[in-house]
């Protein structure tokens, strides 16, 4: 090796020590091409470059020795970042910390038994100086693939987490665009109506900034929606679970039609009991003391029995009506006859009905009004109605009042049954014509009934093509109308 060099050849040399050190894939690759070129510069027994902890990281032999003193050197070298040579062994060892900005990454050791000219110790100098601000960008290069791929790792954690969600999980940005979702978003059907709510409610929370929950029925299935505002990069997002509740609603429904039957059949019993006691006690008093009753008495007694057993046959009658509407069994006789005779007649007979519970029953219409329509049927109905409204009066009210009418509208007739009664609330007025339900409990109403009269009463206008609806305001009363097609 010449004691010299040229300033053509130190070009030379650090130009291909950076085209090396560019190409290096990873630090071992550019430790190892500063290990040759230092070869190429000095005769060397050995070269090695230690960590940043000052052990062996690479180097052209097993057969190093660092022995005390030089070990002390090394220290020294890298603690002031200044190269340094010390002699082993009758070795001279040149000792150059790879250094970037005020951080020692390794060493590089070299040692040759001719001591190299000032230039050529320079020129390592600058070399292990290139060294490690390369090494330094490599290694941190080495560490950002590692986050990389531990984010990556992370990310597929989290989605695998994601997706053993049963519910639908799906991230939207302020755009309402999906960033983030679940397999089972992904695979699901989202039809239109399901979309909408999904993206009504995303808007919502970006808006409120406040946790949204939602419910849509779609194509069938229930679903329930709740929306949190996440943030994310300075953005507000919006993370959606979207669970399918289908078989819960269903549950509650049974649920609540079991709750329903069992009052229905305690009411059912009840309403039973009370004319069959009636009928027991009197029958009771006739057996027991029949030659000791004068004929007045005995009249009485078997009015009553009479009474009770025409109220037990129309419950009966109910039931199975209401057992007939179950089973899309019941049917119409239809003939030709006078509505408002009907009307008049139905009135007659509840006079005495009326009397008892204080109720004024008054019917305001006069005029003949021909239907085609099942007379029996469209009797019923003015009996429930009529009855409901007598049943359901106000106790603080004394001028207690039940109104019938029926006019012609085009060419249906419209019946109208008022009264002056408890009323209805507005959430239960859709409700009263569902099957067994009752304002109230139907065990602690002091009011008879079954909560089926207005479900038979509904299916027989119906069945007729006509309509029934309401008006009520609590404590002031109820109007209840019926619409009737007046031909066939
Ligand atoms: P019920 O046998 O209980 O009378 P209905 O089916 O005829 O059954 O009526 C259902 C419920 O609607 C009643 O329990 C009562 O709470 C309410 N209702 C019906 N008609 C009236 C009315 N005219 N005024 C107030 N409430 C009424």
Known sequence: MALQMSSNRVYTFISSFIRESSNAKDPE?????????????????????????LMVRKSDTDDISIEENLHQMIKWSAEKMSPTSVIQDDLTVLIFPLVKTDRVLGVLLAATDEEPVFEIFELIRTLAFLSGVVLENL????????????????????????????????????????????????????????VETIQKTASAVLTTGVRQVNEVESQGIFYSLIAERVEYEGQSQVLISITDVTNTKELERLKAIDKLKTDFVA?????????????????????????????????????????????????????????????????????????????KEVTQSMVEFARSKNVQ???????????????????????????????????????????????????????????????????YQQKVFEKFFRVGS???????????????????????????????????????????????
């Not at 690759?29 to 902890?53: E, F």
């Not at 469209?378 to 001028?399: F, P, T």
């Not at 299916?459 to 006509?466: S, Y």
Request: charged share 25%; glycine share 4%; with cysteine.
């Open 267 to 343: 009411s059912v019993s009840h309403e039973l009991r009370t004319p069959l006691a009636a009928i027991k006690a009197y029958s009771e008093t006739l057996l027991a003391s029949l030659s000791d009753l004068d004929k007045d008495t005995l009249n009485d007694f078997l009015q009553i029995v009479y009474k009770e057993s025409l109220h037990l046959e129309s419950l009966l009658d109910e039931l199975l009506d209401f057992a007939k509407i179950e089973q899309r069994a019941l049917t119409l006789e239809k003939t030709e006859f006078d509505l408002t005779e009907l009307i």
């Open 139 to 194: 290694e941190l290069y080495q560490s950002l693939e590692k986050q990389h791929a531990i984010v990556e790792e992370t990310m597929n954690y989290m989605q695998q987490i994601f997706n053993s969600f049963p519910q639908m999980v799906v991230v939207l940005n302020s755009q309402l665009n999906a960033v983030f979702a679940n397999l089972q978003y992904l695979e699901h059907e989202r039809e239109s109506k399901l």
């Open 29 to 53: 690759a550019l430790l190892l091409s500063l290990i040759k070129i230092v070869q190429k510069l000095v005769n060397c027994k050995w070269v090695a470059i230690l960590d940043k902890n």
């Open 361 to 427: 029953l008054e019917c305001e219409t006069n005029e003949p009004i021909v239907i085609f329509a099942d007379r029996k049927r469209i009797r019923q109905v003015l009996i429930n109605l009529l009855s409901n409204g007598i049943k359901y009066c106000r106790e603080d009210a004394d001028d207690r009042f039940v109104k019938v009418s029926a006019k012609i509208d085009n060419k249906s007739v419209i019946i109208s049954v008022s009264d002056n009664g408890v009323g209805i609330p507005q959430e």
């Open 442 to 488: 139907a065990l602690d109403y002091r009011v008879e009934g079954a909560g089926i009269g207005l479900t038979i009463t509904k299916e027989i206008v119906e069945l007729h093509g006509g309509k029934i609806w309401l008006q009520s305001t609590v404590n002031e009363g109820s109007v209840f109308y019926v619409q009737l097609p007046v031909g066939e």
